[in-house]
């Protein structure tokens, strides 16, 4: 798209806000329901006024100029795409660079325009100083042009042999948890959390097999704010009461009770509709993170094949390779076919991020058509971060292959292998949190001189978003990140550190991890990590010189385990079973 285009757009939206007295617009990037990803209805109006097409980022506007807010996993991919465009990037979180809301109330940017359903209480908190100081709602979304509509796909009901409750237990625990918290209901406004309640899954947003929904638990029963035609005819209208979306707004404006909402999960319209709040952190988080035997032992099932995926991947790069190049289009498509092979995988859990040499330290780098690199046996890295939703759980798994030999390289991706090994060989004492643990990664490579400028690991959900708080690894609290919970055995979360080098190559390596019982003391019960993920890595990245014994033995057993786990299923392919030992051979000094 010609990038003046962003000039006019911006322009219009100036003018409108001058003749409606807003000295600033605020467009970010989420949906009524909070949401990390959300449907092309919700991400069009950021994109149509800006040229930066990642999915996190907030824009504003003022009379005169605009800006780009974002963290430091989109700012070398943004500082491209918003050249020569009226936009300004603003590094988000780096030292002394102010916060959006800082900038807001240093420069007096008031009366503030925002559309309120599109942020929580806490975020019109944090632009707020006193009463002078006006935040109108307003939606400006009349002024972009071809809108897309809601998503209208049917939503489906997991088996009974994915999950390890029943419907009736989810509601009975949540009711008791509610009412320990002084509230008599419970309104849930995160779509996963809805989706998980229900036991039913949707594909309104791309990769996260959620649906545009809202739900109220109460004693009187169970209520949800949905489109009707998406549900199937076998939905059950018994148990659950069925309202179209809209009537959210005066259901919860009538309710005299003490109703319990998140404040960070619940937009601020909402929040002002209902009399009688009590405000707490989400019950049902906490519950959906903590995964069921059922739910491990089909997380643990589809990482075998989803480790098989990847194998045939890396089979195809070392068979490929030294003929012919093979673009990052090419990867993702191979690993996309190799996956939905399996009639256990109906979907990816997001856009594959295939990223050869200088593409590797856009953090969320994604080919397209118009712009994509081949990975040669020239080249430095390819970092190749992807994952699958499967019938019986949700995978996210990185891994970097080399083309030539270069020693710099080789240290750097030796050096993210020992950072992953440190922290998932760690124990911890139950009440740690993973932000208490992230240094046990992150010191590897402090220690010279570099830092990879995101978390070390997220939580995984389960045929949910394959972002899932409450927990995270990450040496600092994040407004955005959701992800300090204390760690809690039935926890998934991944271990992912690498070095990124602007303008030559990124290296990532990423594992899911599960959180589980080691042993007790007289001092207290200690916890662990087991990891889940099943592949090889790359050996020719790996220098065993730089790795100490505990590690080479980690890595050793690490390998077997692949070749115990994925070895039975490849047991009518000889030649993919023959590579498969060769890569988890155990290496030796």
Not at 3 to 8: A, M, S
Not at 138 to 147: A, K, Q, R
Not at 334 to 363: E, Q, W
Request: proline share 5%; charged share 25%.
């Amino acid at each position: 798209m010609d990038k003046t285009v962003f000039e006019h757009r911006i322009a219009a939206l100036q003018r409108q806000m001058r003749v409606d007295g807003i000295r600033a617009y605020v467009i970010p990037a989420t949906d009524p329901h909070l949401s990390e990803s959300y449907c092309d209805r919700f991400g069009a109006m950021r994109k149509y006024f800006c040229a930066f097409t990642g999915q996190d980022g907030t824009l504003l506007v003022t009379q005169d100029e605009s800006f780009l807010y974002t963290d430091g996993r989109y700012w070398v991919a943004a500082e491209i795409e918003l050249n020569n465009t009226p936009t300004r990037l603003v590094r988000d979180g780096k030292p002394g660079v102010p916060t959006l809301g800082e900038f807001l109330r240093k420069n007096e940017l008031y009366p503030l325009g925002l559309d309120a359903s599109l942020f929580s209480i806490s975020d019109l908190r944090s632009f707020f100083l006193d009463d002078r100081h006006r935040i109108v709602d307003v939606d400006y979304s009349f002024l972009v042009e071809g809108l897309p509509s809601l998503p209208k796909a049917k939503i489906f009901r997991l088996s009974d042999g994915l999950l390890s409750t029943t419907l009736e237990e989810r509601v009975s625990s949540l009711l008791d948890a509610t009412r320990n918290k002084g509230a008599d209901s419970l309104f849930l406004s995160a779509l996963d959390e809805v989706s998980y309640v229900l036991g039913y899954r949707g594909s309104d947003i791309a990769y996260t097999p959620v649906f545009y929904a809202y739900l109220f638990l109460s004693a009187e029963g169970i209520h949800l704010f949905v489109d009707p035609d998406k549900l199937p005819e076998d939905f059950d209208r018994e148990r659950i009461q069925v309202h179209p979306y809209e009537e959210v707004f005066p259901f919860l404006k009538a309710r005299e009770e003490r109703v319990l909402i998140d404040p960070r999960k619940t937009n601020a319209r909402i929040y002002g509709a209902l009399r009688h709040k009590v405000l707490s952190p989400s019950p049902c988080a906490l519950q959906k993170a903590v995964k069921g035997p059922v739910e491990i032992e089909n997380t643990k099932r589809v990482h075998e094949l989803d480790g098989i995926a990847v194998l045939k991947l890396m089979k195809f790069l070392e068979d490929n390779l030294p003929e012919r190049p093979i673009d990052e289009l090419e990867v993702c498509d191979f690993l996309k076919a190799v996956r939905l092979l399996s009639s256990a995988c109906y979907d990816l859990s997001f856009a594959t991020i295939a990223a050869v040499d200088s593409n590797g330290p856009m953090m969320h780098y994604e080919p397209t058509v118009e712009s994509h690199s081949a990975f040669t046996k020239d080249s430095l890295t390819l970092l190749v971060d992807s994952g699958g939703q499967y019938y019986g759980g949700t995978t996210d798994i990185t891994r970097t292959f080399l083309g030539r030999e270069d020693a710099e390289v080789r240290h750097d991706f030796t050096l993210t292998l020992k950072s992953q090994i440190r922290l998932s060989r760690t124990v911890f004492m139950k009440g740690c949190s993973g932000h208490a643990l992230d240094l046990a990664a992150r010191e590897v490579h402090w220690k010279e001189g570099l830092d990879y400028k995101c978390g070390t690991g997220h939580g995984v959900g389960y045929m949910g978003p394959v972002h899932e708080g409450p927990i995270g690894f990450r040496y600092y609290n994040s407004p955005q990140r959701e992800d300090s919970g204390i760690l809690e055995p039935g926890h998934v979360i991944t271990v992912e550190p690498g070095v990124y080098k602007t303008g030559r190559y990124g290296i990532r390596l990423e594992n899911e991890l599960l959180v589980v019982p080691a042993f007790e003391t007289e001092d207290g019960t200690f916890l662990r990590f087991e990891t889940i993920t099943y592949c090889p890595y790359d050996r020719k990245g790996i220098d065993v010189a730089l790795l100490d014994d505990e590690e080479l033995l980690w890595l050793n057993d690490y390998l077997r385990l692949v070749e115990e786990k994925l070895a039975p299923h490849l047991a009518g392919d000889p030649e993919l079973l023959d590579y498969l030992r060769r890569q988890c051979a155990p290496f030796t000094r």
